[in-house]
């Protein structure tokens, strides 16, 4: 009996302090954060538009902060209420365009139905987002990337989370599959990701005195044999084509 009137008592007490507040009250204090966090996401947004286009106008990241705020058309301190500094605003953009590659990934990816397969045209298409274009500077990778890369690894690692784990499901699933062996997808992806983007900022093998940049096929077919191993690689001659 005293269990059950101490549940009772508990029961009772629960009520009453979630009674306490009027529903009508919660239901006005939720509305007024979910408006208040849609603002500050809108402000955030005009921001980032502003300091995206002055980049596509500049052709570099030299621009100040004021320059975003007039041209985002808000107030000095409305940015620093939600950057710490240009720092912040750039590796925002960066991570931003990190995981908009990802998802461009992931998008192509579900379309395919064999899990190597899949792997393969993630592996491609990462090669090609990576490449430099002819005529088309990124200074969010060829300049912000690079110093970011030497003074802030943290925070480049953080921003290709969301790669990875895309990586990394396609890696468990190919591995699933029996197409690769299973064993630390996480690290294979973290892996072939450097690969691919290492392979892209070069220029290739010199030829008579050219550069000849690679193939996305040669990528692929390299990335598969070092995933899959000599051994297991010779066993499905024709999962690289």
């Known amino acids: 009996m005293s269990v059950a009137l101490s549940v ?15 529903a009508w009250r919660r239901r006005a204090v939720e509305r007024s954060t979910r408006a208040a966090k849609l603002r500050a996401e809108q402000r955030v947004q005009r921001f980032l538009d502003a300091a995206q286009g002055l980049i596509i106008e500049k052709g570099t990241t030299d621009f100040t902060v ?6 985002s058309q808000q107030s ?3 940015f620093y209420q939600h950057f ?3 720092h ?11 995981a908009t590659g990802a998802l461009e990934i992931r998008h192509a990816a579900v379309s395919e139905a064999d899990p190597l397969r899949r792997l393969r045209g993630a592996v491609e298409l990462l090669y090609e987002q990576s490449r430099p274009k002819p005529h088309v500077r990124r200074p969010l990778f060829s300049d912000f990337a690079q110093q970011l890369l030497v003074r802030h690894p943290a925070q480049v690692a953080a921003a290709h989370l969301p790669l990875l784990s895309v990586f990394t499901e396609l ?3 190919a591995a699933e599959a029996g197409a690769i062996p299973a064993d630390r997808p996480r690290r294979r992806a973290s892996l072939v990701m450097q690969t691919i983007m290492f392979a892209a900022q070069g220029n290739g093998v010199s030829v008579d005195g050219r ?3 690679f193939t996305s096929t040669e ?8 995933i899959a191993g000599a051994t297991f690689a010779s066993r499905t001659p024709n999962a690289a084509e």
């Open 88 to 98: 912040e605003l750039l590796l925002a953009l960066f991570e931003d365009a990190l």
């Open 76 to 78: 000095l301190r409305s």
């Open 171 to 173: 890696i468990e699933q």
């Open 211 to 213: 550069a000849v940049p």
């Open 66 to 71: 004021q320059e975003v705020v007039e041209r």
């Open 8 to 22: 009772a008592q508990s029961i009772v007490l629960h009520v009453t302090e979630v009674s306490e507040e009027p």
């Open 219 to 226: 990528v692929w077919d390299f990335c598969f044999r070092g």
């Open 84 to 86: 710490d500094g240009k």
